[in-house]
């Protein structure tokens, strides 16, 4: 999947995408960027076996991980590094194995310490689950 430039600088562009694409847990998971703007940020996965729950449905920790990696994105895409410190997570519907899902974060507020971000999680054309997020501060990105 080749990866969206949606007005951020350059270099900060690359070094997210590139970050992204190396991140271990993503890699996993096969989590993928497709877009990044100003405080927001479009990544994909499409589900598959690997991510069944014991009753053979898209467990729900591979959308709540999508959904805090789109948050955490789209506050790195204001070139802030930060953690989750609190989450809170509403599965409105299942997904089918096969599907893409495509997680949609969003910065709601950055303040100096505590930056509040929200995403949506979708299968197709389908809202599957919403979030909710508060992040801590640690840093600038130096790229």
């Known amino acids: 999947m080749?990866?969206?430039?949606?007005g951020i600088e350059e270099g900060l562009f690359k070094y997210l995408v590139d970050s992204i694409n190396h991140t271990?847990?993503?890699?996993?998971?096969?989590?993928?960027i497709a877009k990044v703007g100003k405080g927001t940020a479009e990544l994909a996965v499409c589900a598959n076996q690997n991510h069944a729950n014991p009753l053979g449905a898209i467990h729900g920790g591979l959308i709540m991980s999508l959904a805090d990696a789109a948050m955490g994105n789209a506050i790195r895409s204001l070139g802030i590094k930060g953690v989750t410190v609190d989450c809170s997570t509403?599965?409105?519907?299942?997904?089918?194995?096969?599907?893409?899902?495509?997680?949609?974060?969003?910065?709601?507020?950055?303040?100096?310490?505590?930056?509040?971000?929200?995403?949506?999680?979708?299968?197709?054309?389908?809202?599957?689950?919403?979030?909710?997020?508060a992040f801590f501060k640690t840093g600038e990105i130096n790229y």
Request: charged fraction near 20%; proline fraction near 2%.
């Open 2 to 6: 080749k990866a969206e430039n949606c």
């Open 90 to 133: 509403s599965l409105i519907s299942g997904a089918l194995l096969g599907e893409q899902l495509v997680g949609k974060g969003k910065v709601l507020k950055a303040g100096r310490n505590i930056i509040f971000a929200e995403a949506e999680v979708f299968a197709g054309e389908q809202l599957i689950s919403t979030s909710k997020a």
């Open 24 to 32: 271990p847990y993503y890699r996993l998971l096969g989590i993928e």
